[in-house]
C-alpha cells in the first residue's frame, strides 16, 4: 500500500476519475455517514458534496489529506490535522481514516493507520489523538485494537457530536 497526499489542480477541481473514486469510497459507508450527519442523504452521496466536504478540508493548510491505493486502486482516504485549534493541544489528530467497506477486514486500515502514524513520527510527533463518534462501536473497537487509549470524552468541535478522544503515544521507530 502507497499513500499519497491529495492536490487539487490550479482550478482547486478533483480530476473527475479521482472523484469517482473518492465517492464511492464514501458511499460504502452508509452507517458511518447516517451517524456523523456529514451527508444530507446517506443513501446518496453525490460527487460533488464529495468534491466540497475534500474542499472544505483542504481550505486549511494544517490539514492534509491522504489517499492509500493497493495495485493501483483507491483503498483508502486519511485525513489528518497538523495543530488542533486548541493551543494547549499539541498533538496532531487524524480526522479521518476511511477504507473501503467492501475491503474492511483485510488489513488495510491497521496498514493505513500505521502508515500514517510513520508519517507523523518522521515530522517529529510523538502522540497523535482522534475522535471516535459516540454509537461508532466498531471504530471504537478498531482503534484500541491499534493501541489507542481513551483520552477524554466530549464534543468534537464542528458539531458538536459526542465523542470519545483516542491517543496514542508515538515511539521511536
Same mark, same amino acid.
Given at each position: 500500500?502507497?499513500?499519497?497526499?491529495?492536490? %487539487?489542480?490550479?482550478?482547486?477541481? %478533483?480530476?473527475?476519475?479521482?472523484?469517482?473514486?473518492?465517492?464511492?469510497?464514501?458511499?460504502?459507508?452508509?452507517?458511518?455517514?447516517?451517524?456523523?450527519?456529514? @451527508?444530507?442523504?446517506?443513501?446518496?452521496?453525490?460527487?460533488?458534496?464529495?468534491?466540497?466536504?475534500?474542499?472544505?478540508?483542504?481550505?486549511?493548510?494544517?490539514?492534509?489529506?491522504?489517499?492509500?491505493?493497493?495495485?493501483?486502486?483507491?483503498?483508502?482516504?486519511?485525513?489528518?490535522?497538523?495543530?488542533?485549534?486548541?493551543?494547549?493541544?499539541?498533538?496532531?489528530?487524524?480526522?479521518?481514516?476511511?477504507?473501503?467497506?467492501?475491503?474492511?477486514?483485510?488489513?488495510?486500515?491497521?496498514?493505513?493507520?500505521?502508515?500514517?502514524?510513520?508519517?507523523?513520527?518522521?515530522?517529529?510527533?510523538?502522540?497523535?489523538?482522534?475522535?471516535?463518534?459516540?454509537?461508532?462501536?466498531?471504530?471504537?473497537? @478498531?482503534?484500541?485494537? %491499534?493501541?489507542?487509549?481513551? @483520552?477524554?470524552?466530549?464534543?468534537?468541535?464542528?458539531?458538536?457530536?459526542?465523542?470519545?478522544?483516542?491517543?496514542?503515544?508515538?515511539?521511536?521507530?
Amino acid at each position: 500500500m502507497i499513500i499519497q497526499p491529495l492536490r %487539487l489542480s490550479a482550478d482547486h477541481d %478533483l480530476p473527475a476519475p479521482l472523484l469517482t473514486e473518492l465517492t464511492a469510497l464514501y458511499a460504502s459507508h452508509r452507517a458511518y455517514h447516517a451517524l456523523s450527519g456529514d @451527508f444530507r442523504d446517506p443513501d446518496d452521496i453525490r460527487p460533488e458534496q464529495v468534491a466540497t466536504a475534500l474542499a472544505g478540508e483542504l481550505a486549511n493548510p494544517d490539514v492534509e489529506v491522504l489517499l492509500a491505493r493497493a495495485q493501483g486502486r483507491l483503498v483508502g482516504i486519511a485525513i489528518t490535522l497538523a495543530r488542533h485549534p486548541d493551543p494547549a493541544d499539541p498533538d496532531p489528530w487524524i480526522g479521518l481514516l476511511m477504507v473501503d467497506a467492501a475491503l474492511q477486514r483485510q488489513g488495510y486500515g491497521r496498514r493505513l493507520a500505521v502508515l500514517v502514524e510513520e508519517r507523523l513520527r518522521a515530522e517529529g510527533r510523538t502522540a497523535v489523538r482522534l475522535a471516535v463518534l459516540d454509537g461508532n462501536t466498531r471504530g471504537l473497537a @478498531f482503534w484500541t485494537s %491499534l493501541g489507542y487509549e481513551t @483520552f477524554a470524552h466530549r464534543p468534537d468541535l464542528q458539531k458538536g457530536r459526542p465523542c470519545t478522544v483516542l491517543r496514542k503515544a508515538l515511539r521511536p521507530a
